[in-house]
């Protein structure tokens, strides 16, 4: 059965990157069929998507966060990972990571199943 | 990417039915047939209940039905019982500026 944990610190300062990977248990990141996504939660509000990574480098951003984010993949550790540069409060969320079903063309599509979600909060 | 739109909440009483709505535009719900809707219980993470508009992943009660008309879909919950008490989001593929995924800003369920 398939498994993501994120990992990485709680607590980051302002103007300083977050960064957090998450590791993939239970099957292969290098599986043609899945995106790999990050979609994250500020306390007691909605979910917003983050980005989406296919193993090979193929990236969607979400365009709100487009110039500060990068995710990238190590396949060899079958993990991938999340930046996000000049963090302010607004970034305090929890974070999760998932694996991604596409159609083709790809058209990016539902997240099954997901990590638990890591709190990371920006404060000094 | 605005979000969906969804109602903040509905509620209803033990075996009853309650549909809950997600409205978008001809760019993401009423463009594709990519809309997804997930459960989540306090503290803990989204699960998967209906992708692509109606349809049910392994496990997941038949309680459960997804639809779509135009611009909105649906969620309804039939047969209304204590642990369906959760909020619920809704997703979907989006065009609307570049490709990705644009989620409803949640509805919290509560059975009476």
């Known amino acids: 059965q398939l498994q993501l944990q994120e990992s990485g610190p709680g607590l980051v300062k302002p103007s300083e990157t977050l960064s957090l990977t998450c590791t993939v248990s239970?099957?292969?990141?290098?599986?043609?069929?899945?995106?790999w996504g990050w979609i994250r939660q500020p306390p007691g509000k909605g979910l917003e998507w983050i980005g989406s990574?296919?193993?090979?480098?193929?990236?969607f951003y979400n365009p709100s966060l487009k110039s500060r984010l990068t995710i990238s993949v190590d396949t060899s550790k079958n993990q991938f990972s999340l930046k996000l540069s000049s963090v302010t409060a607004a970034d305090t969320a929890v974070y999760y990571c998932?694996?991604?079903?596409?159609?083709?063309?790809?058209?990016?599509?539902?997240?099954?199943?997901w990590g638990q979600g890591t709190l990371v909060t920006v404060s000094s | 990417q605005s979000a969906l739109t969804q109602p903040a909440s509905v509620s209803g009483s033990p075996g009853q039915s309650i549909t809950i709505s997600c409205t978008g535009t001809?760019?993401?719900?009423?463009?594709?047939?990519?809309v997804s809707w997930y459960q989540q219980h306090p503290g803990k993470a989204p699960k998967l209940m209906i992708y692509?508009?109606?349809n049910r992943p392994s496990g997941i009660s038949n309680r459960f039905s997804g639809s779509k008309s135009g611009n909105t879909a649906s969620l309804t919950i039939s047969g209304l019982q204590a642990e369906d008490e959760a909020d619920y989001y809704c997703?979907?593929?989006?065009?609307?500026?570049?490709?990705?995924?644009?989620f409803g800003g949640g509805t919290k369920v509560t059975v009476l």
């Open positions: 998932a694996r991604q079903h596409y159609n083709w063309n790809p058209e990016i599509n539902w997240f099954d199943p």
């Open positions: 239970g099957g292969s990141i290098s599986r043609s069929s899945y995106y």
């Open positions: 990574m296919y193993y090979s480098g193929t990236t």
């Open positions: 001809s760019s993401d719900v009423g463009g594709y047939n990519f």
């Open positions: 692509d508009v109606s």
């Open positions: 997703s979907s593929y989006t065009t609307r500026s570049t490709p990705g995924v644009v």
